[in-house]
Each structure stands twice: as C-alpha cells, then as structure tokens.
C-alpha cells in the first residue's frame, strides 16, 4: 500500500445484529450545521469543507451532523488520564490526527503509523496503571490497555473477525515536564461503536480474471468484481473511494481480479466531487494518459461503479478521464456504464421468482403476480419429482435434481423439450436427505455447480456451459469437512459453501482460481474463510448484492435468525430482517431491490422491500431466483 494514501483508508466491523451503537463520550462532540447546506439546496456533493447534505443510507443517517474532535492534553495530566484522551483523540473527525500526536513524545510522532494496522474491540479499551518496576523511576510510567478483541484489520486493510483477548502496553516519559506517549503499538485500537460511527463499507470493483480460460468468448466478457473497503465517511469520501479503487484488490481477491489502471496509476488532484450536473471528472497522472480508448473506458467503469456505491444518493450522470493537464482521455455515461459493464450480469427480461410445488411442478412468479404458473418444459409437467431446482441466468434452462438425491437432470424451459438422461448421477451411497447431490447453482458464464456428498465426503463439480462433462474442483482446504450446500456468484470467482464439521454447519467463501491450459483447465477453490462466524450452524444462504450474502442460522444456544453479512467476514449494515419461523432455505437477487423468498414454516413466502413476511402459497420447496 502507498503510505501516501494510508490516512484514507481503514476496515470496518459492525455489531453481530447489524445495529448501530451510540458513539462514544459527549464530551468531545462538536454539532456542524447541516441546515445551511438544506437551505442552499445545493445540486453537488462537495468532498471537503464543515458543511455536508445529510446522506441517508442506513449507516451514516443521523451520523453525517456530527463532528468529532479531540481535546488537547492537560498541564499535569497524569498518565492514566494521558493515554485515555489520546485513545478519545484516535476517534476524531481529523484527517492527520493532528491533536492525538499531542499526546505522544517527539521520537513517537516520527514513528508512529496510525493505520498500519486496526484492532476492533467489544467496548473501547481500558487504561489501567501497570506495576511499575524498579528501572522505571520517577521519568517512566507503564499503562497497560485490554479488552475483548472482535475483529482484527491488516496492513492491507483486510478484515478478519476474530474473538480473543486483547492486552497490549503504552509507555510514556516525562517531556519537558509533561507525560507524553513514547512506546506504543502502530495501528489504531477502537471500540465498535467508534469504529461503526468512523467508517463506511463501500465496494471497490475489479475485472474479473479467469486466467487459463480466459481465450474462451463467454470469459472475456467485462465481468466486473465488487471488493468491499471500509473507508472514513466523513473525510473527503470521494477522493477516499479512487484513492483506494487505485491501490488495487485487497489480497484475498488480487489472484483472481485486475484493473484496468496502469500500474502507478495516482490522482492529479488533491480532492474530487461531482458537480452540478452529478458528473464525475478526475485527473490522473502520467500512467494512465496513454491508455488506449477501449481500456480508457473500462477504468471509468471501474470509478463509475465505486464513486456510485460511495455517493448512492446521487445518481453519477457520467465519468470523464483527463490527463494530468486537464484533457480528455474519454467519457463514459450512466447508461454504457450500466448497459456495458454492470456488475452483476443480466438474468433476463423477467427474473421471476421459482419454486417447486406440491404437485412437483417447477412454477414461476413475477413480483407482482398472486398466483405462481408452471415453467415451459419437462420441469413444469411434474412427471419428474425434484428435491431441488436451479435456473440459468438467462432464464433459458433449468437443473434440477431428483427427489432422492441420485440425478442431475438439464433441461431448456420450452414447450415440447424432454428431459433426457441424467448429466450427472451420485456416487453416494447414503439415503438421507443431506446425501447425494447439492441443489445445483449457475454463474453468470453460464456454468453449472453442484457438490456430490455422503458420508465419507464430497466433490465439488463444474459443467460448462451446463452441459459438458463434470469436471472436480479441487478445495484443498476443506480437509475431512463435508460440503453440505453451495452457491457461485454471477461472476464466477467466488462461491458460498456451507461445510459440515462434527456436526455443525458454517458458511465459508472460497476464490476460485483457474489454472491448467485452456483445454485441460485445472479449477480450485482456494482460501476458505467464514463469513458469519458467529452462527454455530448455518441452515442455508444466498447472494444479495455484489458483496453481500443474506445467512440464516443461530448462534450457541439461541434460536434461529436471518441477517446480511458481507464477504469480508463483517455484519452488513442493511436493513434489520423480520423474523419468520422454520426457514429451510432462502433465495435473494443480487439485484438489491427485489424481494426475499424463503420455505418457510408457514410455506413459501416473500418479503417485499419494506414489508413483512407475506405467504405466498401453503405447500412448496426450494424457492431460488436464477443464479
């Protein structure tokens, strides 16, 4: 990471429930008139300055009022009190921190790197003297902070949920007769109220990377990859955003993405916003002036999609790349921006709602439809009974997977198509209804994924194109766990896998990297990693946007839930779910504005964007979306 741009960016975490907490002490908080920017009615989003329109996304509504500054040390403050305002002076609203450096002796501000690393606790630290020993003497004192760490953020601003106590010590001296800070860790330690109050998730995008099958026309295709980054919403966010969309992926998603960007690619300005007609205009230095026109328009692509994620109130009207004297490189408006790079690729004209009914019929429901009608093809007559269903993206085909388990049947939804033999039959031995085939699940390539089980294991399998021979996915992390359900997102790169281990269920997400040759592709799922750590057994989940799977499940001794969850391990900060009882499975739309469906005790049901649990009918299984 460029240390240039360190003071912008940082990783966030979020309470178990999704519920923001109150910010920390009131003694350093200074109120910023929002009115005057209401009054004003101003038409741009300024990226700097005391005056901001209230932004209201769910996390930073009510937030965007409010300033916060630390307070300078006290004559005689004693060092208790020392290390507990520079810890309050860590949350300000400061982009340098410049009063926190107060706090430390000459040799610390030298060396001190405030975002080298972050670490999230439960509460804010505690300060508490620690025994002093001999060596001390009356110019050395020792403050020892601990409490329970909940997630920790590396040097590349990856996050990692991760419980455990946290204890660490400050040392200060006497300077100039005063207690300063002159041994500290690098990094920021922060409460998770303060942490949810500093920072705001937001994805950066990348081209996804498929490597050895990359010659192949349905791989080349501009697929773009979300990457989530938690950045300070209050300090120059737009500038923030492109300063850390240049910086490239986070680790975990650099083996299987690239940017457009060359290489050293920085801004030519110190800040950005958009201006009155909601357009975007950035300067960019000597790297990307002579990019060629194709390539130009994918790195707009990429500012377009990160800058909206970051501004979401106001829609971007377009992006134009200058060089670093001003001049155009290209344009790219909202309508080719949607049209030619949206990130999740496009599921059809219709994108209905699926589910298998009581007579074993697959059916189909608009949003707005009270009655579901059967599919076109062998999988709406009912002759063939399923245990469960996928739809291709393009609304054309459908797998389905026999009632006991065995057989993987593909099919076009038309009038007049037969089912023909199976394209994949088990080799499990088991009866039960976790043996045999996963439900099968479509990238937005148009291949087909599914898991074959039993108790001594399982496969992970691809078909191309839905039809091809299955080919094994290695998952060399898996070990001796068991796959017990999956499912790839649009872009093929990453895909959900809920894994059994003794008993109990958690949802991991992998990278699927692609090597081999184009015609002996050897694929693998590489760097499991949990996304809801917390849920000791996860029933079932699926994609709800780009970065953002929706999980149900229960923690240690409580009862079942349904929440968001990021794919970086952290709450989402979406809406707050209503409960519904006895869910079995669950289907989202990556596109964010489309209902929830679920089986559920009460049947097949919906949950239309700001409304309740709605049934849909009383008998039915395996709802999904196509994906």
Not at 479 to 500: F, P, S, T, Y
Request: glycine share 10%; charged share 25%; net charge neutral.
């Amino acid at each position: 990471m460029d240390t240039e741009h360190e003071s912008e960016r940082g990783r966030g975490a979020t309470s178990r429930n999704g519920a923001r907490k109150q910010a920390g002490p009131a003694r350093k908080l200074l109120l910023v008139g929002c009115a005057t920017a209401l009054l004003a009615g101003c038409a741009s989003m300024p990226d700097g300055g005391e005056v901001t329109p209230v932004d209201q996304s769910p996390r930073s509504e009510g937030d965007s009022q409010v300033r916060v500054y630390g307070v300078p040390p006290q004559d005689g403050a004693q060092p208790t009190d020392i290390v507990r305002s520079f810890l309050d002076a860590t949350t300000s609203d400061e982009a340098d921190f410049r009063t926190a450096t107060q706090y430390l002796a000459a040799s610390a501000r030298k060396t001190w790197r405030p975002f080298r690393s972050t670490t999230v606790l439960q509460e804010r630290p505690k300060p508490e003297p620690k025994e002093q020993s001999d060596r001390e003497g009356a110019n050395g004192y020792t403050v020892a902070l601990s409490g329970s760490q909940v997630a920790s953020v590396g040097e590349r601003y990856a996050y990692s949920p991760e419980e455990k106590p946290y204890r660490r010590s400050i040392h200060l001296v006497k300077e100039d007769g005063q207690w300063r800070i002159d041994r500290l860790p690098d990094g920021l330690v922060l409460g998770l109220s303060d942490f949810q109050r500093i920072y705001r998730s937001v994805n950066t995008y990348y081209f996804a990377s498929y490597n050895t099958e990359s010659e192949e026309p349905k791989a080349s295709r501009n697929v773009l990859v979300a990457d989530p980054v938690y950045l300070r919403q209050r300090i120059k966010p737009i500038t923030a955003s492109v300063n850390a969309l240049l910086s490239g992926p986070t680790d975990w998603l650099s083996q299987v993405t690239t940017s457009a960007f060359p290489r050293g690619t920085r801004l030519a300005t110190r800040e950005l916003s958009l201006d009155d007609s909601n357009a975007l205009r950035v300067r960019l230095s000597k790297e990307a002036a002579n990019a060629d026109p194709a390539r130009c328009k994918r790195m707009a692509a990429q500012l377009y999609f990160t800058v909206q994620d970051m501004t979401r109130a106001s829609k971007i009207s377009e992006v134009e790349l200058q060089d670093a004297d001003g001049d155009s490189l290209c344009t790219l408006s909202q309508e080719q921006a949607e049209r030619d790079f949206g990130p999740v690729p496009r599921t059809g004209r219709t994108a209905k709602e699926y589910f298998i009914d009581a007579g074993h019929r697959v059916v189909a429901m608009s949003d707005s439809a009270t009655e579901p009608a059967p599919v076109s093809g062998p999988f709406g007559t009912g002759k063939t009974p399923l245990r469960s269903v996928a739809i291709s993206r393009g609304e054309s085909a459908a797998a389905g997977v026999s009632g006991d388990g065995r057989s993987l049947y593909v099919a076009a939804m038309e009038d007049g198509t037969e089912r023909g033999d199976p394209l994949l039959t088990s080799d499990s031995s088991g009866k039960g209804a976790d043996d045999g085939l996963t439900a099968p699940s479509w990238d937005g390539l148009g291949d087909l994924w599914i898991a074959d089980r039993d108790a001594r294991g399982s496969r992970l399998l691809r078909m191309r194109e839905g039809k091809g021979d299955p080919e094994e996915v290695a998952v060399p992390g898996l070990g001796g766990r068991r796959i017990k359900a999956i499912k790839v997102a649009a872009d093929g790169i990453r895909i959900a896998v809920l894994v059994e281990d003794k008993g109990r269920t958690t949802l991991q997400l992998g990278r699927v990297e692609r090597n081999g040759s184009p015609g002996h592709p050897k694929l693998s799922v590489q760097e499991l990693r949990p996304i809801a750590p917390q849920l000791e057994d996860v029933v079932a989940a699926s994609w709800a946007g780009g970065s953002r799977l929706v999980v149900v499940g229960r923690e240690s001794g409580g009862v079942q839930q349904m929440q968001f969850m990021e794919t970086d391990g952290s709450a989402s900060n979406a809406q707050t779910l209503p409960g519904v009882n006895g869910v079995k499975s669950v289907a989202a739309s990556e596109d964010e504005s489309r209902p929830l469906i679920a089986d559920a005790a009460e049947g097949i049901v919906r949950l239309p964007p700001d409304a309740n649990w709605k049934t849909v009918v009383k008998d039915g299984t395996a709802p999904v979306y196509p994906g």
